[in-house]
């Protein structure tokens, strides 16, 4: 939550309140914020729908099995947040009035429509990344968590600004929208190291995954209920 309050900051701070800047473009920011807002609640639920298996046996000390739902998770999360990017990125090209539920016409200008399919990529980053901090979370590794997301925030707000220093009063949505890509990616990059390190004791193994349907919609399940729990909040 604070990092997106901050980062809405920062974007106005940059672009928002340019000397050149119109009305409509402070809107547009505001707008964005609110389907990056959405789409993160959804990214961070169904990562952590998986998680909360894991969490469960990894304190009964049944490592094998929360090896397994580790694994099951990531894909999982993986798999849906694709299934999310195609579907978000088809229905906005629908005609009006049902590619307006995606994104409002009125905003495809001004590099909205650029924007909110980059930030349909960087969904599909966070939801990765949100399985990777929920298992660290869930050995307990906090303060390893803590520094990942200060140093997600530091890389974001050093590429905007580098960004800001470099174009001026040229930067636009799109800058904004890269720099929260690249930031996510980065820590993406970990993540994928990280899963697939040996030493990681929910490192991934697809050889010897072995999963049930009922698993499948347990998580399932799991992730839809959060999913409408975070997105009603965040909406309002």
Do not use: W
Not at 28 to 47: D, F, N, R
Not at 107 to 118: K, P
Not at 196 to 216: A, H, P
Request: glycine letters at 4%; proline letters at 1%; a positive charge.
């Amino acid at each position: 939550m604070l990092f997106q309050q901050l980062s809405v900051s920062i974007d106005f701070y940059i672009i928002g309140n340019q000397s050149n800047s119109s009305t409509n473009l402070d809107k547009t920011i505001s707008y964005m914020a609110q389907i990056k807002k959405i789409l993160q609640s959804v990214a961070i639920a169904l990562g952590g729908a998986g998680v909360i298996l894991v969490a469960r046996e990894y304190k009964k000390k049944n490592f094998t099995k929360a090896k397994q739902y580790a694994t099951l998770a990531f894909l999982l999360a993986i798999i849906s947040s694709l299934f999310f990017l195609v579907v978000l990125g088809l229905g906005v090209l629908l005609p009006a009035p049902f590619g307006d539920i995606f994104l409002n016409k009125s905003y495809h200008s001004q590099n909205g429509l650029t924007y909110y399919y980059l930030i349909l990529i960087t969904f599909v980053a966070i939801t990765m990344n949100a399985v990777f901090i929920g298992l660290e979370r869930a050995k307990e590794k906090t303060r390893f968590v803590l520094i990942l997301n200060i140093c997600l925030i530091i890389t974001r707000i050093s590429i905007s600004f580098a960004f800001k220093a470099i174009k001026q009063n040229q930067v636009n949505l799109i800058d904004l929208a890269l720099a929260d890509l690249i930031a996510n990616l980065l820590l993406t990059l970990v993540t994928f190291y990280c899963m697939f390190s040996s030493k990681n004791i929910f490192n991934l193994q697809f050889k010897n995954l072995v999963f049930s349907k009922r698993t499948v919609k347990t998580i399932l399940k799991l992730a839809g209920t959060l999913i409408i729990a975070k997105s009603t909040y965040e909406i309002g």
